[in-house]
């Protein structure tokens, strides 16, 4: 089940097989009045998730608009035994949130999205998990914080998703992963009772810490309802440079050398070879080639601070004493100019399926690998793939590379199916040489399921899944995501 | 069981019971000769623990020198259901590493000191166990790297302690726990199979994080036998001051300002009340008063980054624009001079109990309710209790103070032990109505749990009960730490 096609067949006989006239007055007589959906035309944007690439129709979708009621429906849930799936902002890329084919009820956080409190001199917010993360982000920056997760669907994923999926993003270098930020969390478990951990404390070290189990465990193991996070002063400078540079192992010793010159006010160092900035610029004339002549290799850097650095110095040190690595750069001289600079990638990450399916790849690699890894990956897809494009682009201060591939236009389904696996199994491979990660901040939901199944240590997994019993005994919580399915589906 | 007296009755009683001699002929075959010690002299040093609060004689003392070893003796421990406890530097505060009266057998991990790996380049190390964190520390300062876990016993804890008990210090303000400095765990499960987590990955999202179940568990849940260590740059600068304030809140707002003037280049912030600077004065007659006349409050600043940054400017500036708050203040001009500031700090905390016994606290609030706490809490103790000294300090962009009760000199132990039991109570009182934690580094172990069991929520307690029993069915791993003890000692 890497990408499955909408199937109106399979649907309805779900549907029969699960009787959902009882099942919908069962869920209905636990919300009020509109919370429940399950009309054909309300279930389809619940159906389909933001790539476009995973599709399920729930037997319907439960819009719980308070805790309470988050818990009232999951008690009755669970006594039926009737499967759910949770569902933030469906930007996941790994088909966790939509409903699988052998019935889900979708349980959408989109009406639990209230931002509870922001406290600029405890550096925290309490929010809930429907929340859009721009919506929090702009909240925190109200209060003159900064609440650092950053990425591209950050106009439409939600905080319960970010937390779940333990989101990563472009600040990861400094600031860490979802799971660095929260400070608590509210969690409704599989059978309704509420676990009330919700905390501004920045030390707390009274037993076990639950939340690090919720964190990370897409949906899995309980419900996030709200989230207590981290929050940082916001900046009042940024400095952002593009350089060109002549290959991946001279950006990872620029890396280097930015790590200990910038010391900690380095906040992101994107690698994009010359490929994606091909994308950028044929997708949009209004974009020059951002340097004088072409590199085979561009890195993106920012730093940050507050008022009492000379920022710009900084940054302008450290690439003057990196002038042996350093082909050419450009350092932006206003905000406008170094959002400009983002665009180049953010407009790749667009653009680079030419508005078709391609495969995307999320992994991680020790960072002294990192360069090794990019070149063996490139090589293998090169020597067995040359019909398809790669693009490879990354997050490299965090070891942690995007190597996705784009078929030839106009290849036949099937062929472009096998051309995924194909790939995907070889840059797989070159990352377990390397000790790496198949998944390094995406996760693993049930499209990387089988990848990861395939390698797991049978202790972890043995760990993984007395976790799993322990917090979720009849399975009813997105089951099948992460670890394999049991069948649990007795609620008939 | 707060403070248990040494007593060579019971201690006989139980070795009795447990058939020592069948036992240590069960273990000795798992271990090499030496690797198993049962002479009462040998005992002695694994008994006490470096406070001198905690007793506990051990049934036999396992020292396994490789994983293999620790594998096997584990699984046979299983097997016979003997329950042990994981032992590190002892230092720990809260009795958690001493034997149990009960009977338990101490597995020490001195043996297990290795340092496998520094690799400055993945800004990584993988370190064994048993390793001293001032050990690691320098291998990592020997590449030009830092691993910032600080704090005044480093020179006797040991690293699988730091993991076990999520140590914190003096540099959580920038670095975090040593939680947020883990990147991977290898760890002997309670039947003796091995956990290899060990990686230096950055970013991994490969379903459930393990590791952090073991984190802070205290030994319950799980032997560390080595951990993948995150490392920073080491700081080629280092600025220090120590400033004179009229008040706590006057303390608080002055971190605000802090935090946002020397954005994430502020290493420590610790608060002294002026109780502390004299009791190094009295301890250290070559310490003079180190401001021109004294003050009630103390915070002792600290700020580091690489080389680019103009640090002693930052800090500078910093004060300068909070002249309405400083009342005083000295910045170090040197390395030596800065190390001088901190031991006004060192020598307060070792020197406060005067030689004998005396109430420690360890508690968090949200940094808003901190100047609260603090007020309300002298206030309390000076109306119930105003022969005893409260001695005040902690590290306050944490939220996190330490509040310690000494008795008056010559109380007789009785009188003591009633003091301390009502100190307590009234502090952690105070810190309930702030929403506060009782514990914020030291952990809860078994000195702190009545306090923690009386007020974990039932849900909590029963996902913590879950995953105890997921990991240790058989209750073996530090039986009544963290958790209370059931009763399983049926290997006799």
Redesign the interface.
């Known amino acids: 089940m890497v990408v499955q096609p909408f199937s109106e067949g399979s649907q309805s006989q779900i549907m029969n097989a699960v009787q959902p006239a009882s099942l919908i007055a069962t869920l209905a007589g636990t919300l009020p009045d509109g919370g429940l959906l399950t009309a054909d035309e309300d279930l389809a944007r619940y159906s389909r998730d933001w790539s476009g690439d995973h599709f399920g129709r729930p037997l319907a979708v439960a819009r719980p608009a308070s805790v309470e009621e988050m818990s009232a429906l999951m008690r009755r849930c669970n006594e039926e035994r009737i499967p759910v799936v949770p569902q933030g902002g469906l930007t996941g890329l790994v088909g966790a949130a939509v409903a699988a084919d052998s019935g889900e009820v979708v349980i959408s956080l989109e009406r639990l999205n209230r931002i509870r409190s922001v406290?600029p001199?405890?550096?925290?917010m309490v929010v809930e998990a429907g929340c859009i993360l721009e919506d929090a982000k702009r909240a925190a920056e109200e209060n003159d914080c900064l609440l650092p997760i950053t990425f591209g669907a950050q106009g439409s994923c939600r905080i319960g998703g970010n937390v779940a999926?333990?989101a990563?993003g472009f600040n990861?270098l400094?600031y860490?992963?979802t799971?660095?930020l929260v400070l608590g969390l509210e969690v409704v478990?599989a059978d309704g009772?509420?676990?009330?951990?919700l905390?501004?404390?920045?030390?707390?070290?009274?037993?076990?810490?639950?939340k690090?189990?919720f964190?990370?465990?897409e949906g899995t193991?309980g419900i996030v309802t709200a989230a207590a996070l981290k929050l940082?002063?916001r900046?009042t400078q940024i400095e952002t440079a593009l350089i060109g540079l002549r290959s991946v192992e001279e950006a990872?010793a620029l890396y280097?050398r930015a790590?200990?010159?910038?010391?900690?006010?380095l906040t992101a160092f994107e690698l994009i070879l010359r490929g994606g900035i091909e994308i950028t610029l044929q997708a949009r004339p209004d974009f020059a080639d951002p340097l004088a002549r072409p590199y085979p290799v561009y890195v993106l850097v920012e730093v940050s601070?507050?008022?009492?650095?000379?920022l710009q110095?900084?940054l302008r040190?450290?690439l003057a004493g990196a002038a042996d690595l350093v082909e050419d750069g450009v350092m932006a001289s206003s905000r406008a100019q170094g959002e400009r600079l983002w665009l180049y990638r953010e407009i790749m990450v667009e653009r680079q399926g030419r508005g078709g399916r391609y495969l995307r790849t999320d992994v991680?690699?020790?960072?002294?690998k990192l360069a090794d890894f990019v070149t063996d990956a490139l090589a293998a897809l090169e020597r067995t793939r040359p019909d398809a494009l790669a693009v490879t682009y990354g997050?490299v201060?965090?070891?942690?590379i995007h190597l996705n591939v784009v078929p030839p236009e106009g290849m036949a389904a099937e062929a472009v199916e096998h051309l995924f696996e194909e790939a995907e199994e070889q840059i797989f491979a070159i990352v377990d040489r390397y000790?790496?990660?198949?998944?390094?901040?995406?996760?693993?939901g049930r499209v990387k399921q089988k990848a990861?199944l395939d390698r797991?240590?049978p202790?972890?997994l043995d760990?993984?899944a007395?976790?799993k019993?322990?917090?979720d005994p009849r399975r009813i919580l997105s089951n099948g995501r992460?670890?394999a399915s049991k069948s649990s589906l007795d609620y008939r």
């Open positions: 406290s001199i405890d550096f925290a999926t333990n990563g990861v400094r860490g992963m799971r660095d478990l009772r509420v676990w009330n951990g905390k501004v404390l920045r030390k707390d070290n009274r037993g076990y810490d639950l690090q189990v964190i990370g465990s193991l940082y002063p900046p990872m280097a790590r200990r010159d910038c010391s900690d006010l601070s507050g008022g009492l650095v000379d110095a900084m040190d450290f991680s690699v020790p960072i002294s997050h201060g965090d070891g942690n000790a790496g990660s198949i998944s390094a901040e995406h996760g693993i990861f797991i240590d202790v972890a760990l993984a007395g976790i019993d322990a917090f992460i670890l």
